[in-house]
């Protein structure tokens, strides 16, 4: 039971990546058909806003699935850099 927890904890993990880098590439195909002349005015205009709302629903998929790890990660961080500038300025009070 604990190994297929952590299995599907590692599937979801990549899977939430797999979306964050289709956000990433999704920049690219915007450009790549705002900048082709084969396409009709409305054409550049239209598609590249329905590929940045798809990469609006990768990106927020992404974070779902690979975040709370993050988060979390980046959260201990943040706290420890916290206090390590709480500690500096209470030295520097000090002194």
Not at 6 to 17: A, E, H, M, T, V
Not at 18 to 44: H, K, P, Q, T, W
Request: glycine share 6%; aromatic share 10%.
């Amino acid at each position: 039971m604990k190994s297929s927890n952590l299995l599907i904890s590692i599937l979801k993990r990549i899977l939430g990546i797999g979306f964050l880098i289709l956000n990433y590439l999704c920049y690219g195909v915007m450009i790549a058909l705002a900048a082709d002349s084969s396409l009709s005015a409305n054409e550049r205009i239209i598609y590249p806003i329905l590929v940045y709302i798809l990469s609006w629903g990768f990106l927020l998929a992404g974070i779902y699935l690979a975040g709370p790890e993050l988060v979390n990660k980046m959260k201990s961080y943040y706290v420890l850099l916290k206090s390590k500038v709480i500690k500096r300025r209470s030295n520097d009070k000090q002194t």
